[in-house]
């Protein structure tokens, strides 16, 4: 079975770029989630969809990120514009559903300079 | 609000030694709890899920309190490549505020 595919690995970007990162679940996941992991600390939640819809983006920055999932399958994180401190791992993750046990992919490292 | 509370560690363990850590959490309505481990560099990856009172896999056993809110990952006779990060992961569902909310992860270190 395919994992959670993520693109790119790796992105260095001066600040005030904007940068925009590319998940696919696994199939038939309907649970996709993108969490941010500063070195050292866990995983934080961005935002979670459920199929297409926004069940919780509490802890998006708004005013710089966005997300979407709009055919319910492949997701897009776009931060816009970047600051030094959104450098970090950007990792997607999916699920069955919620509360079941969420696959990650292998993350897109982003460095702001 | 979500909190999910773990020892960061690093805990230094020699090899063949029982270690356990704790992971305590704040919604008492969760009904599923997970342990990932991450290794430098690397994605977190499922190393358990526990439904009901605990859940055994060879080495590993973690443990459910409900009562006390937390939840224990045990690793008997550890090894070398078990130095990693563990990481507790509690879902917090309902009102809108859904997802899976990690703890900041124990550095386990085996030395040989």
């Known amino acids: 079975e395919a994992g959670v595919a993520q693109s790119p690995r790796y992105k260095i970007i001066e600040k005030r770029q904007s940068v925009a990162f590319w998940c696919n679940p696994i199939s038939g996941h309907a649970t996709l989630y993108w969490y941010q992991q500063i070195l050292g600390q866990g995983p934080k939640l961005l935002i979670q969809?459920?199929?297409?819809?926004?069940?919780?983006d509490s802890q998006l920055p708004k005013d710089r990120f966005s997300a979407e999932r709009l055919k319910g399958v492949d997701s897009t994180l776009k931060i816009q514009p970047a600051k030094l401190e959104d450098s970090a791992v950007y990792l997607c993750?999916?699920?069955?559903?919620?509360?079941?046990?969420?696959?990650f992919g292998q993350g897109t490292r982003l460095t702001v300079v | 609000r979500k909190e999910v509370e773990q020892d960061p560690g690093p805990f230094n363990v020699p090899e063949g030694a029982t270690v356990a850590f704790n992971c305590t959490y704040s919604?008492?309505?969760?009904?599923?709890f997970f342990w990932y481990r991450q290794d430098c560099r690397k994605e977190p990856k499922l190393l358990m899920s526990?439904?009901?009172s605990g859940n055994e896999d060879g080495r590993f056993t973690a443990q459910l309190n409900r009562a006390s809110q937390y939840i224990s990952l045990l690793i008997r006779d550890s090894k070398l490549s078990d130095s990693a990060t563990y990481l507790c992961?509690?879902?917090?569902?309902?009102?809108?505020?859904?997802?899976?909310?990690f703890g900041k992860g124990t550095h386990l270190i085996i030395q040989p």
């Open positions: 526990v439904y009901s």
């Open positions: 919604n008492s309505a969760s009904q599923s």
């Open positions: 992961v509690v879902p917090y569902s309902g009102g809108g505020a859904d997802g899976l909310t």
């Open positions: 969809f459920q199929n297409n819809g926004v069940v919780d």
């Open positions: 993750a999916s699920s069955l559903d919620r509360d079941a046990e969420a696959f």
